[in-house]
C-alpha cells in the first residue's frame, strides 16, 4: 500500500480515536430522584439511561477496532484481512479505515 495513502488511512483512525475517547469522557447522566406517582417519568429516565449505556459500550468496541487498525498499522499489516490474509479492498478502507476483514470474511461472519 501507498505510503501517502498509509498516512491518510492513519491520520483518519487517530482522528477517530480522538473522537471516541472524547465521548467516552461524557458522563451517563444518571435518573433524577423518583417521585410518587412518576412511573412514566421513572420509565423514561430508566429508559435514556440504558440508551446512554449502549451507545456508550458501542463507543468502546468502535475504539478498540481503531487502535487495533492503528496496531496493524504500526505491525506492518494493515490492509491485509486477519481472517484469510488476503488483501481488503482499497475502497472499503476508504469507508472503513478500522476494517479488520474483507467483505467476504466478513459477511461469512456475520451470516456464520
Given at each position: 500500500?501507498?505510503?501517502?495513502?498509509?498516512?491518510?488511512?492513519?491520520?483518519?483512525?487517530?482522528?477517530?480515536?480522538?473522537?471516541?475517547?472524547?465521548?467516552?469522557?461524557?458522563?451517563?447522566?444518571?435518573?433524577?430522584?423518583?417521585?410518587?406517582?412518576?412511573?412514566?417519568?421513572?420509565a423514561s429516565?430508566?429508559?435514556?439511561?440504558?440508551?446512554?449505556?449502549a451507545l456508550r459500550?458501542?463507543?468502546?468496541?468502535?475504539?478498540?477496532?481503531?487502535?487495533?487498525?492503528?496496531?496493524?498499522?504500526?505491525?506492518?499489516?494493515?490492509?491485509?484481512?486477519?481472517?484469510?490474509?488476503?488483501?481488503?479492498?482499497?475502497?472499503?478502507?476508504?469507508?472503513?479505515?478500522?476494517?479488520?476483514?474483507?467483505?467476504?470474511?466478513?459477511?461469512?461472519?456475520?451470516?456464520?
Amino acid at each position: 500500500m501507498d505510503e501517502t495513502v498509509l498516512a491518510a488511512h492513519r491520520a483518519s483512525l487517530e482522528a477517530e480515536r480522538e473522537r471516541l475517547r472524547s465521548q467516552l469522557g461524557e458522563p451517563v447522566p444518571a435518573p433524577d430522584q423518583m417521585t410518587y406517582g412518576s412511573q412514566a417519568a421513572a420509565a423514561s429516565q430508566v429508559f435514556e439511561q440504558q440508551r446512554h449505556l449502549a451507545l456508550r459500550e458501542r463507543s468502546e468496541r468502535a475504539l478498540a477496532d481503531v487502535e487495533a487498525a492503528i496496531d496493524r498499522l504500526d505491525g506492518g499489516t494493515y490492509g491485509a484481512c486477519v481472517s484469510c490474509g488476503g488483501p481488503i479492498d482499497g475502497d472499503r478502507l476508504a469507508a472503513l479505515p478500522w476494517a479488520a476483514r474483507c467483505i467476504d470474511c466478513q459477511r461469512a461472519g456475520d451470516h456464520g
